[in-house]
């Protein structure tokens, strides 16, 4: 299980919104000074917030550990990566058959069939708050 420590910031009926605390790229300045951090504030000026399974009924305020199963994260990357790009390569080979245009049209179908398969895709586990306190530690 992978874990990491999060703020709870409100909670709604068995769902959590938490924020996560983001650990920095290399740990020397906390994600304060270098250049990767500089570029992700611009790009996400306010820390998204994350619903999560809150079966512990953790209260705003609180810091937990929330917790994914080891294999969801490969399991999301080959579904929002792999499949689409898979399927748009299909489309545009299929398509292609026949001349430019159609590779272009057959690429879009190709990443309009991985869209409509991604929506209908609800399998992958969601992450739960497993217990109060931060990560490598259990407060009990």
Known sequence: MLENSARVVRVEGDLAWVLTESPSSCGACGGKGCGSS???????PREPEYAVLNPISAQAGETVVVGIEEGALLQAAISGYLVPLMLL??????????????????SVAG????????????SLPSPVILRKGSAGCSVG
């Not at 299929?94 to 272009?104: C, D, P, R």
């Not at 069939?113 to 609800?122: D, G, T």
């Open 38 to 44: 500089t570029f992700v504030r611009m790009l996400h």
């Open 89 to 106: 390569l299909l489309g545009a080979l299929l398509g292609g058959i026949w001349g430019e245009l159609q590779a272009v049209a057959g």
């Open 111 to 122: 990443l309009m069939i991985a869209a409509l398969w991604l929506k209908r895709r609800r």
